[in-house]
């Protein structure tokens, strides 16, 4: 006599909330393998083993999608800084926010290379995009131990940008150089952007 099949576990089922937060949770998961366009109704219904009219019932376009996606990723980078705050000395923390802001782009060329073409065309994407600098920015500003003036700010801004550039360029060169001596030309370079004259 063969033994009956085993019954499926019966899915768990999730509050509106959970469910939505799952679901971004697998879209920033199909965006960091790939690229924004892998994150699609198909691929995330597929993951998340559930209808496609599930997801436009969170997400009516794929729009929609792709920006709380965005944000998610944009939160990563949000949390990784936070936890750099009050580990050591000014300058050291400084340092680990270069790391962390490095490690984004690096680890997560896709995501970031997302935002940045985004915010060129869509508003909401941009100020997503914003936010992860001005979260960089930030660790400079708290590193000067004082509020910037707004010049100072201009300089900051400039400096977000200069670390973008230069990560950037260093991945299309396959890390040429070593990690290590990036980080370090890029704090080099860092006092140069935040060095005062009385603004």
């Given amino acids: ?33 790939g690229a924004l366009e892998g994150v699609t109704v198909d691929n995330v219904a597929s993951r998340a083993e559930v209808s496609k009219s599930l997801i436009f ?21 949000t949390s990784q800084f936070e936890a750099v705050v009050g580990q050591g000395t000014a300058a050291e923390q400084l340092a680990k926010g270069v790391d962390v802001f490095v490690a984004f782009i690096e680890l997560q060329p896709t995501a970031f290379d997302a935002l940045s073409a985004m915010a060129a065309t869509d508003a909401e994407f941009g100020e997503v995009f914003q936010a992860v600098r001005d979260q960089a920015a930030s660790f400079v500003a708290q590193g000067l131990g004082e509020d910037p003036g707004p010049v100072r700010r201009y300089r900051l801004a400039s400096w977000v940008s200069f670390v973008e550039s230069m990560v950037r360029a260093w991945i299309r060169d396959d890390a040429e150089v070593a990690r290590a001596e990036l980080i370090a030309e890029i704090l080099d370079v860092t006092e140069a952007f935040v060095a005062t004259r009385g603004d």
Avoid at 6 to 20: A, N
Avoid at 58 to 69: G, V
Wanted: net charge positive; no cysteine.
């Fill in 1 to 33: 006599m063969s033994n009956p099949t085993p019954e499926k576990p019966k899915r768990r089922r999730l509050s509106p909330e959970r469910r939505r937060a799952q679901l971004v949770e697998i879209s920033l998961e199909l965006l960091l393998e």
């Fill in 57 to 77: 019932h969170y997400f009516p376009t794929i729009r929609e999608l792709h920006l709380a996606t965005l944000e998610a990723a944009a939160a990563v980078l």
